[in-house]
T-cell receptor
Framework: DGGITQSPKYLFRKEGQNVTLSCEQN?????MYWYRQDPGQGLRLIYY???????QKGDIAEGYSVSREKKESFPLTVTSAQKNPTAFYLC????????????FGPGTRLTVL | AQSVSQHNHHVILSEAASLELGCNYSYGGTVNLFWYVQYPGQHLQLLLK??????LVKGIKGFEAEFIKSKFSFNLRKPSVQWSDTAEYFC?????????FGTGTRLKVLA
C-alpha cells in the first residue's frame, strides 16, 4: 500500500525542547516537502528536497532543520528557536517536476506547552 | 512577488446550489495550476490540474476549473454541490519545483 506516513499524529512538547517529526514515503518519489498549515494562512513551505543529501529552504525555514539521508525519509526538526511552533505540519512528496502533483501525508499536530 | 489569492475564505451553500471559488495568481513565467481538497479528517488530495491545452479542465467528483490567462485566474466550479463536498479547498501554483498555495476556502454544504 503506497503512500506517505507521518508520525506521530499528535505531539506535545514543552517550550524550549527540540522535537523531530517523521515523514516516510514508499512512492519512490525524488522530491519531498514540509509545509506548515495554520488557520487562514494556507500551506506555507518550510523546506524541500529534490534529491538525497540535498535540500533547500522554503519561505519560513527559520527555527526548523531537515535532513535527507535516504530517498524515503525526510524528517523535520522543530527547534527551540522557532518562535511559534504550535501548528499542523504536512509532509508531501512528488516526482521531480513541477508538472506533477504532490501527495500528502496525514499530518502531525504539534502543540508546544 | 509570487502569490496566490483565494477571495472567499468561508462559503456556505445549500445542496444543489452552484459553486464557484475564485483563485488569482501572480507568478512570472509559465505556471502549472492545481486545486487540492482536504475533506474533514482526510489527507489533502488533488482535485484537478492544468498544464497546457484546453483551458477548461475537469477533475474528480464533477469539479471543473477554467484557466483565464488574461485575468491570471483559475476558478473552481461545480454546477450542483452535495453535502459530501464540505471541505477546505486550496488553489496552488507551481513553477520550478516549488508550489505556492492560497490561503484556502472552507466550504460548508447544508443538507
Amino acid at each position: 500500500d503506497g503512500g506517505i506516513t507521518q508520525s506521530p499524529k499528535y505531539l506535545f512538547r514543552k517550550e524550549g525542547q527540540n522535537v523531530t517529526l517523521s515523514c516516510e514515503q514508499n512512492l519512490n518519489h525524488d522530491a519531498m516537502y514540509w509545509y506548515r498549515q495554520d488557520p487562514g494562512q494556507g500551506l506555507r513551505l518550510i523546506y524541500y528536497s529534490q534529491i538525497v543529501n540535498d535540500f533547500q529552504k522554503g519561505d519560513i525555514a527559520e527555527g526548523y532543520s531537515v535532513s535527507r539521508e535516504k530517498k524515503e525519509s525526510f524528517p523535520l526538526t522543530v527547534t527551540s528557536a522557532q518562535k511559534n511552533p504550535t501548528a499542523f505540519y504536512l509532509c508531501a512528496s512528488g516526482q521531480e517536476s513541477s508538472y506533477n502533483e504532490q501527495f500528502f501525508g496525514p499530518g502531525t499536530r504539534l502543540t508546544v506547552l | 512577488a509570487q502569490s496566490v489569492s483565494q477571495h472567499n475564505h468561508h462559503v456556505i451553500l445549500s445542496e444543489a446550489a452552484s459553486l464557484e471559488l475564485g483563485c488569482n495568481y501572480s507568478y512570472g513565467g509559465t505556471v502549472n495550476l492545481f486545486w487540492y481538497v482536504q475533506y474533514p479528517g482526510q489527507h489533502l488530495q488533488l482535485l484537478l490540474k492544468y498544464f497546457s491545452g484546453d483551458p477548461l479542465v475537469k477533475g474528480i467528483k464533477g469539479f471543473e476549473a477554467e484557466f483565464i490567462k488574461s485575468k491570471f485566474s483559475f476558478n473552481l466550479r461545480k454546477p450542483s454541490v452535495q453535502w459530501s463536498d464540505t471541505a477546505e479547498y486550496f488553489c496552488a501554483v507551481s513553477g520550478t519545483y516549488k508550489y505556492i498555495f492560497g490561503t484556502g476556502t472552507r466550504l460548508k454544504v447544508l443538507a
